[in-house]
């Protein structure tokens, strides 16, 4: 399986939710990663607990996907989506701003070239400010038409 957009990259980001899980073009991700165990995969995500975030690797499991192919999982730091969530109440201009460079910043520092990921306007200055190219999602490059939420199906 190949793809003009993902083919040039040896070792990618993926964000969970809305993109390996419950989003358009989940299917063709898992699908490109299982056809493509050569290239390092790492789940890096704003779920927090690490508890939480390691009920990634379950989730991906209840819908058939191989998790050997993970090569690891990271999530955001607890005390920055702490403040992203309080945002409103209690602002922390540095964590916030910390928070929002955190997926770049991380998918960088694993060696990932890119992210992919839902969540375009959380993410994009830190893929940018650390050299990691963002790919949407949602994009209808990778043509799944016919989508049904996995959470959906019965």
């Known amino acids: 399986m190949n793809h003009e957009l993902l083919d040039a990259h040896n070792v990618f980001a993926w964000d969970m939710d809305e993109t390996l899980i419950n989003g358009p073009n989940s299917s063709f991700f898992r699908d490109f990663i299982t056809v493509n165990p050569h290239k390092q995969h790492f789940i890096v995500t704003?779920?927090?607990?690490?508890?939480?975030?390691?009920?990634?690797?379950?989730?991906?499991?209840?819908?058939?996907?191989?998790?050997?192919?993970?090569?690891?999982?990271?999530?955001?730091?607890?005390?920055?989506?702490?403040?992203?969530?309080?945002?409103?109440?209690?602002?922390?201009?540095?964590?916030?701003?910390?928070?929002?460079?955190?997926?770049?910043?991380?998918?960088?520092?694993?060696?990932?070239?890119?992210?992919?990921?839902?969540?375009?306007?959380?993410?994009?200055?830190?893929?940018?400010?650390?050299?990691?190219?963002l790919i949407d999602s949602y994009h209808q490059a990778f043509g799944y038409p016919d989508f049904v939420p996995e959470s959906k199906v019965a």
């Open 46 to 133: 704003f779920r927090t607990p690490r508890s939480w975030a390691v009920d990634a690797l379950r989730e991906l499991e209840e819908v058939g996907f191989d998790t050997k192919l993970i090569a690891g999982v990271s999530s955001v730091p607890d005390h920055l989506y702490e403040a992203w969530a309080l945002r409103k109440h209690q602002y922390h201009a540095e964590y916030v701003a910390q928070f929002l460079r955190w997926k770049g910043k991380e998918a960088s520092r694993l060696g990932c070239t890119v992210l992919v990921d839902d969540m375009l306007d959380a993410v994009r200055n830190g893929c940018s400010e650390h050299g990691v190219i």
